[in-house]
């Protein structure tokens, strides 16, 4: 196999299974892929066919894996509440980690789903806004591209804000939220690590190397940040015939 459509694969394995890790019962596939995608990716890295780091191509494919589970989660609680896949997985979550998603009056208010509205505050908020952004930014930071890292940056930012707060609000209700729930702290906290994401990922983009990060126009022109020459050495290149003119050689 060339080396291009090995990273046509690798690049259909890792979004598609970034894609499917989110779609309830395709989890399971989904998870598989990503991990045979990064695999393959580490064997193409040995063998010098790529010079992504394996830590951001993984950082990549997690939050975009994030941001597609939240807006699975988000856009279903605003219009599509009583999805057969959707609603048992609520009722299960509801009955069992968090009171308000189901015992609290699931289905019994105007804008359906979640009778809480603060929950459906952040629905709409994080539905419409931030996971979009978020997904789209993912996809520029494993595209290895200057305005993929930039956005990534800020928005993971934005995102540890928002889950920061959640946890606030989560943890000042807790006694209502988790009434006669049998695992209220722990099952919170196994399903709630991929907010874990942005955490993770800030230190590194804040250290990653930003010249290696194509920039616009520079694809066309066949130029990478890491190739392309400084400004100081064309500079050069243009003075030295000028100064040998002048000298007569």
């Not at 200057?146 to 946890?167: C, E, M, N, P, R």
Request: with cysteine.
């Amino acid at each position: 196999m060339t080396t291009k459509n090995q990273t046509k694969k690798i690049d259909a394995l890792l979004l598609i299974g970034a894609s499917l890790s989110a779609a309830t019962v395709f989890v399971p596939v989904g998870v598989l892929m990503i991990f045979y995608g990064l695999h393959l990716e580490r064997k193409e890295i040995a063998a010098g066919r790529t010079k992504r780091p394996i830590v951001l191509t993984a950082l990549a494919v997690w939050g975009m894996s994030n941001g597609f589970l939240n807006l699975f989660s988000a856009h279903a609680f605003n219009f599509a509440p009583n999805n057969q896949f959707f609603k048992p997985l609520v009722e299960v979550y509801g009955t069992v980690i968090d009171y308000r998603y189901w015992l609290d009056g699931y289905n019994t208010e105007t804008w359906e789903g979640v009778a809480d509205h603060y929950e459906t505050t952040w629905n709409i908020i994080t539905g419409f806004m931030l996971f979009p952004i978020y997904t789209v930014a993912n996809y520029g930071l494993y595209r290895m591209k200057s305005w993929g890292l930039q956005f990534t940056i800020i928005f993971s930012w934005i995102f540890a804000f928002q889950w920061f707060h959640y946890l606030c609000h989560h943890t000042l209700g807790g006694n209502a939220n988790t009434l006669g729930t049998p695992y209220p702290v722990w099952g919170w906290m196994v399903m709630n690590y991929p907010y874990l994401t942005p955490v993770v990922a800030i230190p590194y983009l804040h250290c990653v190397n930003r010249n290696a990060f194509q920039k616009e126009g520079q694809r066309e022109k066949g130029l990478t940040a890491v190739s392309a020459e400084p400004p100081a050495t064309k500079v050069a290149e243009k003075a030295v015939p000028a100064v040998v003119a002048r000298a007569g050689i």
